[in-house]
């Protein structure tokens, strides 16, 4: 009988409770289903036998036949030890085992065949293995070797065997924890486990997708697909195993998020904003200060078909920093006005808010557009005034932070919600301003972060896009330069040199001053971080590694700055300080009477100070190319050329002389985000802890499965159409199965 897999997985065999515990904690595995899908993240290539006269000291691993000679037991207390003489015919090399030495000596048996794998390491002039893996040698191995000749006695070269006839072809690696290996749970011990699973399932698993699917995309079946993603059988039926699995992931995302924009459809009608009125035209005939660009144009031409169409808008508008996206959002605003609604433009913090109503009024001049701030520090009667104007419709265009979504702001009719650098305002808070109507106003998110397409299509698969890829005419491209510390004194002088004609200056650093938060390091694999309201926490692990590094930080930098530029005055801005005391600093930079501003990375996002120049990074290979990218843009909004210096300690890695250099090379934000993408993985990709839309993905890799995503979304996306009831039978088992994943283990916080 077939156990179900939603059986508690203490019950497998070699499992038991300590195991299961260890599962569950460790990895979140609690049922055979989730060990079923915990896939091996790596194969070792079992089909190659090395030959005892080939090894030299850089192999990773060898695996060899032949037989022990003799073994002994050497060694006093520590230091005690089995050895196990083992030889190939071709020479001699020595098994070791320093645990479980009962154990070892009982299962070795001398004069007989075995197959022996581990990493080789040499001692005193020898070869040896510590802690070899044993195993009889495969009967399909066995006759192979009777017809190329004898296994031990053979030439001194290795011998490659035919992988299909042994099924220890490829040895799956699974990832375990150090609690995990402390527990004797290593990869081979989830292998075995996995392998008795499978034992138990001996009948075929039944499909998860339509067989119509399956075959029009040539995608193995399920059941092929799961037994070659732990066992495979050959290195094509592995492709084709993984390529079946990635697809089946992707597919269910995007079938759940294409079904909810159906759904999403089907409930909302849209506003209808059939005209483009004299406001809209007055503004761009004569208040209009620059000829728009040709992707500014297209944008708002592609807002405009949204609008007219009887559908909510849901736009996401990715334009880099400085592409003029501010004037795109107050252009549709006004065709809100022209068609008797009103427009709501949302930032991320007060300062931004409070730029935009100053750029909205600059544009608006003295045409009748009433526009309005409404933020946490407007109180008191100020703030009743404002709610009852806003109810009353007597404000057109209202311009705020969150506090917009405040249950007692009303407005009279809402057509238009801009949300600005969309990442710091989660889905949720979305969905509350539609809250506001009977009929949800259009909503048009605009980031300067890029975005790559892979991750845009899961992240905000639910959006359409528009893409600003145009700068306006005229900007000088900023000149980005890496420099070491030691570099200091020409760094100061270009700053000097700048500084004297007028310009302004940036400078962040990585830390504020204590050692519990930092940027997010990138600089390996091992420092995840996660981020809470800005700041940055690490792992412990990282946070060691980080402490023996020299950073800079914002109070020494201060001090330093201030020594070295006595005859300017310098800003100080950092997320500890309070909002009002942050204000105050940023605002003497931006009216230029402080020349030097030193910061965290709190000045990342839409600060707009065209008078400064030059942004200078400390410790530049703590941040991610994304977030390098988006300091570089708060210089070269001016028409002087700009500079951006990043920093860094002469010993830096690799990566990171790569990472940096394409920043010195680039000032494409999409390029950027795609090298970013590729060198850190999607996990890591900024935006995404920050919007809070986590999701985990067991197989698929955003950063190099863009062509397996497009099919799985052209996929979901021809159900959705072409069954949007979803009364065709054969897809019976794709809605069963969705809500089969929706209940179980991944995250659909995304679209939810
Ligand atoms: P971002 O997309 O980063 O929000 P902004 O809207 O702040 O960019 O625009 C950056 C600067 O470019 C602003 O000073 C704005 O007035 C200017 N700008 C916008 N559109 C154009 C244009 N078509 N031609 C020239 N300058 C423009
Ligand atoms: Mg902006």
């Not at 060899?64 to 190939?88: A, C």
């Not at 845009?456 to 896009?465: K, Q």
């Not at 988006?630 to 210096?645: E, M, N």
Request: aromatic share 8%; proline share 4%; with cysteine.
């Amino acid at each position: 009988m077939t156990p179900s897999l939603d059986q508690d997985i203490k019950y497998l065999q070699g499992v038991g409770p300590n195991r299961a515990a260890l599962l569950e904690k460790e990895l979140g595995i609690k049922t055979l289903g989730d060990l079923l899908v915990y896939y091996p993240f790596k194969y070792i290539d079992k089909t190659h036998i090395h030959r005892i006269a080939e090894i030299d000291g850089n192999m990773p691993y060898v695996q060899l036949i032949g037989q022990v000679l003799s073994t002994e037991e050497m060694g006093e207390g520590h230091n005690r030890r089995i050895v196990s003489h083992f030889s190939d015919g071709t020479g001699v090399i020595d098994l070791v085992w320093f645990k479980g030495l009962k154990y070892a000596a009982n299962s070795i048996v001398a004069h007989k065949p075995i197959m022996v794998f581990g990493k080789p390491s040499l001692f005193n002039g020898r070869f040896q293995i510590a802690h070899p893996e044993m195993d009889d040698v495969p009967e399909g191995l066995r006759k192979q070797a009777r017809t190329t000749g004898d296994l031990f006695e053979g030439t001194k070269r290795s011998l490659t065997y035919d992988a299909s006839a042994t099924s220890f072809a490829f040895k799956p690696v699974y990832n375990t924890t150090e609690k995990m290996k402390k527990g004797y749970m290593n990869s081979s011990a989830v292998a075995k486990i996995t392998a008795n699973l499978f034992k138990q399932l001996s009948t075929p698993f039944a499909e998860t997708l339509p067989a119509y699917i399956t075959e029009h995309y040539k995608l193995l079946s399920y059941d092929e697909a799961i037994r070659n993603i732990h066992y495979p059988q050959s290195p094509d039926l592995l492709r084709r195993a993984q390529a079946r699995l990635k697809f089946e992931e992707l597919f269910y995302i995007q079938l759940n998020i294409l079904r909810y924009v159906k759904d999403r459809r089907l409930k909302y009608k849209g506003l209808v904003f059939g005209t483009i009125g004299d406001t809209f035209n007055t503004f761009y005939r004569d208040y209009l200060p620059f000829p728009l660009t040709g992707a500014q144009k297209r944008v708002i031409k592609e807002v405009r078909a949204d609008l007219k169409s009887g559908r909510q808008m849901n736009r996401l508008l990715q334009g880099d920093v400085g592409s003029g996206k501010t004037l795109v959002a107050l252009m549709c605003s006004l065709i809100a006005l022209d068609n008797g609604c009103q427009a709501c433009i949302m930032a991320p913090t007060e300062i931004l808010a409070e730029q935009h109503l100053e750029t909205l009024r600059t544009f608006l001049r003295d045409m009748p557009v009433h526009v309005e701030l409404l933020t946490g520090s407007v109180k008191g009667k100020k703030r009743e005034t404002l709610l009852r104007q806003l109810a009353d419709g007597d404000i057109d265009i209202l311009v705020g932070t969150h506090a917009v979504i405040e249950d007692n702001v009303r407005f009279h009719r809402l057509g238009l919600v801009v949300i600005d650098e969309q990442h710091r305002f989660g889905v949720e808070q979305r969905a509350k301003l539609w809250q506001k109507n009977d009929v949800p106003p259009h909503v048009l998110v605009m980031t300067a972060t890029p975005i790559p397409r892979t991750l845009a299509m899961t992240l905000y698969g639910d959006l359409d896009v528009s893409i600003i890829d145009e700068l306006p005419p005229g900007r000088k491209p900023i000149k980005t330069i890496h420099k070491f510390d030691a570099h200091r004194e020409q760094i100061y002088s270009m700053m000097r040199h700048e500084l004297s004609i007028g310009r302004q200056v940036y400078i962040v650093y990585p830390l504020i001053q204590d050692k519990d938060r930092y940027a997010p390091p990138v600089e390996d694999g091992d420092y995840s971080f996660e981020s809470r309201d800005g700041a940055n926490v690490l792992t412990p692990k990282a946070r060691k590694k980080l402490e023996s590094a020299d950073m800079k930080n914002l109070e020494d930098g201060y001090a330093q700055i201030c020594a070295a530029f006595p005859e300017y005055r310098v800003s100080k801005v950092h997320g500890k300080m309070k909002p009002a005391e942050k204000d105050a600093e940023m605002e003497a930079f931006a009216s230029g009477r402080t020349q030097i501003l030193v910061a965290t990375t709190v000045i990342e996002v839409g600060v707009n100070v065209p008078n400064a120049s030059v942004m200078i990074i400390e410790n530049a290979e703590r941040f991610g190319l994304s977030q390098l990218h988006q300091l570089r843009g708060r210089v070269g909004r001016g028409a002087d050329q700009s500079y951006c210096i990043l920093v860094t300690r002469y010993e830096i890695s690799n990566t990171t002389r790569k990472r940096l250099q394409i920043m010195v090379d680039s000032t494409d934000g999409f390029v950027i985000a795609e090298e970013d993408l590729k060198l850190r993985g999607p996990g890591d990709l900024e935006g995404t802890q920050q919007s809070g839309m986590a999701f985990d993905l067991k197989i698929a890799n955003l950063a190099r499965d863009g062509q397996i995503l497009t099919y799985a979304r052209t996929a979901a996306q021809d159900v959705i159409d072409n069954d949007p009831e979803e009364r065709n039978t054969q897809n019976t088992i794709l809605w069963r199965r969705l809500a089969e994943i929706k209940k179980g283990t991944i995250n659909w916080g995304a679209i939810s």
